[in-house]
């Protein structure tokens, strides 16, 4: 199947955020990628995009500040989370696409669960994957963040002793990402995907959770934090292979007819 898409840009708060537009039909869905990855690469090149296009819907995907072909920056203050709601809010309306649905992976999803909390009238419904008790702001940032942004500006692989930090390093390099700027968003006070302003959830959400999943492995604080969510487990999966998983897919698509 071939549709017509475009390749679009906006201007934020000093940065030139990339987006797709894939296909017709309402209510548009903004599907929202995970760190170091982009929307071709997270959504568009494993199906997703066709997916929701052959379900007759309109598919918006942003590159996220640091990401992809968007603009990249050095300095944490930059990716903030609320600026990089804003960003998507600018993506939002140059495409005339509120209200929206929304589904989002890992980082992406924590964004779109604090874009859901601070722009409730611009959301349909929710979908977020590969999250967990970590997307909630706590007392003090996990160790977590900071030894992968340790990785990310290590001078080789190989003298990376962290497993996580390894796999986080290799996962970036293969897409030619600008290691410099995911080692500063990952070191950001609002490092990625966290939840800095907690308001009560009002739109219909669904979870859906990796059976193993080694980066967000609590949820329980999550699920009291989202008493109206639905909390939904793909068995045989871990963090990276739920984003593959067709079993997402059905839930997600299902979930948002």
Not at 178 to 201: I, Q, S
């Amino acid at each position: 199947m071939s549709w017509e898409f475009s390749n679009q840009t906006v201007e934020n708060e000093g940065a030139t955020i990339h987006y797709e537009v894939h296909g017709e039909g309402v209510p548009p869905v903004i599907l929202l990628h995970g760190f170091s990855s982009s929307f071709r690469r997270n959504w568009h090149g494993v199906g997703w995009t066709q997916a929701f296009v052959e379900a007759g819907r309109r598919v918006i995907g942003p590159d996220l500040r640091g990401h992809g072909r968007s603009s990249k920056f050095h300095t944490y203050d930059a990716y903030w989370p609320a600026k990089l709601c804003r960003d998507i809010l600018a993506v939002q309306d140059a495409a005339g696409a509120a209200p929206a649905d929304f589904l989002g992976f890992s980082m992406g999803g924590g964004l779109a669960l604090q874009f859901a909390m601070l722009y409730p009238e611009r959301v349909r419904r929710l979908v977020l994957a590969g999250i967990g008790d970590k997307v909630l702001r706590t007392k003090s940032i996990p160790m977590l963040p900071s030894t992968i942004a340790q990785a990310l500006e290590a001078e080789s692989v190989e003298s990376i002793e962290s497993p996580i930090g390894k796999q986080f390093r290799s996962f970036a390099a293969k897409t030619n990402n600008d290691l410099k700027a995911l080692a500063a968003l990952m070191r950001g006070p609002g490092w990625p995907g966290r939840v800095d302003e907690h308001r009560e959830l009002s739109v219909p959400t669904r979870v859906i959770l990796a059976e193993t999943d080694t980066f967000m492995p609590e949820t329980e604080r999550l699920r009291e934090a989202l008493p109206g969510a639905e909390f939904v487990t793909v068995p045989g999966t871990d963090h990276l292979s739920l984003a593959l998983s067709s079993e997402f897919k059905r839930l997600a698509l299902e979930f948002l007819e």
